[in-house]
């Protein structure tokens, strides 16, 4: 019985892509660290770095002194700083950020001047996706040579990370030789591609080819048929 195990030419071309990596980075803390003045950010993370495409954040958390705490207020490397709302329990109002790292520190000051300083990176991400546009050619024979009659259609894989793909669009039209993959966010993404036969025999997974922020030229034909099990 004839099998379908691998796929005719490969993904030649991979038109445009964005490939700006929304990546995180360690914050640091800043300021004097006195024991007798304690301060945490709770929301809206606890981690030390955060990505969001909104505009802006506000920030909240709890700080706390046996002196009492004065006040807490905080300072975008970005640009602009202001005092929150409340002491022991604090909110600040919504601080605006820039498109890339935004840098807040937190400052808490007791009544005896001691302060405590944390700081929360928070990457805003421009909101805006991206394509990318696959072609190949068509098999027309399988592996022993016999000729591919019942060609049904195109799987095509892909993920951010390479070999890993957590997406799939089944293409049921075995004439469509070029696709444009809508909505990919910034960052690196990979592809891979099969096809299949009316009898629901797959093809192995052609070579993987990755989108990058710069245009890519195209990728090397390499041509595969099918071939016997």
Partial sequence: MMSFRSVAQRVLTLTLA??????LMDSAIDGSENAAVSLTITSPSSASAMDTSDPAVSLAGNAGSDMGVFKVSWANDRGGEGVANGTDSWQTA??????????????????AGATTSRSIVVNR??????????????????TDGSPLTNLAGYKVFYGRLSGIYDYQIDINNPGISTYVVENLVSGDWYFALTAYDSEGLESERSNEVQSTSRPTPGFPRRNSKYRDC
Avoid: Y
Avoid at 18 to 23: E, P, Y
């Fill in 94 to 111: 919504s601080i605006a950020l820039e498109l890339g790292e935004n840098k807040i520190t937190v400052t808490a000051e007791d009544t």
């Fill in 125 to 142: 991400e421009s909101g805006q996706t991206g394509s990318a546009t696959l072609s190949w050619t068509a098999p027309t024979a399988r």
């Fill in 18 to 23: 964005l490939s700006v990596s929304a990546c």
